[in-house]
Structures are given as C-alpha cells and as structure tokens.
C-alpha cells in the first residue's frame, strides 16, 4: 500500500534563504507527483505536476525533482519570501484516479 | 484558468440535519472529488466520480452520498449530520486524459452542532 511521508512537519528560516521540502513515497509505480500550495483556512493550489517520466519541472522561484527509483521528491523554493508561508502538501498518483497525500510541511519564511 | 467552486465557504448546521455541499467545474473536466480535511489526519478521500452518474467511494464513505447528475456538478450529501462530520470539505476536479492535474475548490468550513 502506497504511503507517502514528508518531512519535517514544520520548518521555519528567514527571509531570502533557499529552502528544500521533502517527499518520500513508498511504491515506486506511481503516474505522476504533484506539490500544492495551502493557506491557512483555503484550499489547495496546485503548484507542480511531475510526470513519472520527467525527472524535474520548473515554475518561478520553485523546482520540483523527482526520483522514483529511490521513492522521492523535493521541492525547491528559491529565495523566499513571507509570501512563500503556507502548507505545502505533495501526492502521488497511482493506477487509478485517486491521491495519495502527505502530512504536508507548515513553512514559516520570518522577514 | 480551471475554477472549481464551492456553493459556501461556512455553513452551520444542528445534528441530524440533510446537508447538501455543492461543487461546479467549468473546465469540462470528467473526474470531480469530495475530500474532507481533519488536523492530524490530512485529507481523506470521501467519494469520487469519473463520469455522469458514475460514482466510487474512496476511504471514508460512511454517513455521505454524492449525486453526479451533471458533468459540471458534484454534490455532497451528510444524509443526517453528526457533530464527527464537523470538518473542511474540499472539492477537487481533473481530466481523465493528460496529465489528470488536481484542481481544487476554496473549501466548505462544516460546523455541525
């Protein structure tokens, strides 16, 4: 049974800092990942979709890789911004249409 | 730009009410999800549908039923709410073919007392 993890579960740095999130999943047959955005109270905002096949995509400040092999994903957020605080959730598509979602990661950009 | 709305952001309802949640695509997606979202227990799947009338349950049916008359539309329906089914619910929309991207509606804040 699929599972995903993603830690840590809070991290917090300071304005202008480079930051990496983490996703690990634990059945390498997936379709595609994908990382979504969550302010407190609102919905999710998808903000990359990786392929099985892709190995990274990019938009803006922020660069999702993929390694399915060893079951992860990272997200990286180039030079943040207090704008950046919020959840960031990632899910991995199996066989059907279903998600299966991490925990998320609560990130805290302090200026 | 896919929008997926939600008919409330906030509704208040007494046990053992009928509660109906509303969710519209305009992106003529053909798969929409209801998921609820709980603090320490992420998002869970409730109910999802790929096609008119077609409808699976996902990990956590009990207590709900969903009503797909329309490609655009998908309801959610607490047949009798309990005070457990206080919750966020959350709507999400995707295409069966590409890459089936999930796009999400802003949320129903469901307090049930």
């Known amino acids: 049974k699929q599972e995903v993890t993603q830690i840590p579960a809070a991290l917090s740095v300071p304005e202008g800092e480079n930051l990496v999130l983490n996703c690990s999943f634990t059945?390498?047959?997936?379709?595609?990942l994908q990382w979504f955005r969550q302010d407190p109270g609102k919905g999710l905002t998808s903000l990359l979709l990786i392929q099985s096949s892709q190995r990274e995509q990019t938009s803006g400040r922020l660069n999702a890789s993929l390694d399915k092999s060893s079951g992860r994903s990272t997200l990286y957020i180039a030079a943040s911004q207090p704008g950046d605080s919020a959840t960031y959730l990632c899910?991995?598509?199996?066989?059907?249409?279903?998600?299966?979602w991490g925990a998320g990661t609560k990130l805290i950009i302090k200026p | 730009d896919v929008k997926v709305t939600q008919s409330s952001r906030y509704l208040v309802k007494r046990t053992g009410e009928k509660v109906f949640l509303e969710c519209v695509q305009d992106?003529?997606?053909?798969?929409m999800f209801w998921y609820r979202q709980d603090p320490g227990l992420g998002l869970r799947l409730i109910y999802f549908s790929y096609d008119v009338k077609m409808k699976e349950k996902g990990d956590i049916p009990e207590g709900y039923s969903v009503s797909r008359e329309k490609k655009e539309r998908f309801s959610l329906i607490l047949e009798s709410a309990s005070t457990n089914q206080t919750s966020m619910y959350l709507c999400?929309?995707?295409?069966?073919?590409?890459?089936?991207?999930?796009?999400f509606g802003p949320g129903t804040r469901l307090t049930v007392l």
């Open positions: 999400a929309s995707s295409r069966t073919s590409g890459n089936n991207e999930q796009f």
């Open positions: 059945d390498s047959a997936i379709y595609n």
């Open positions: 992106m003529d997606h053909e798969n």
């Open positions: 899910a991995v598509r199996g066989r059907g249409y279903q998600l299966i």
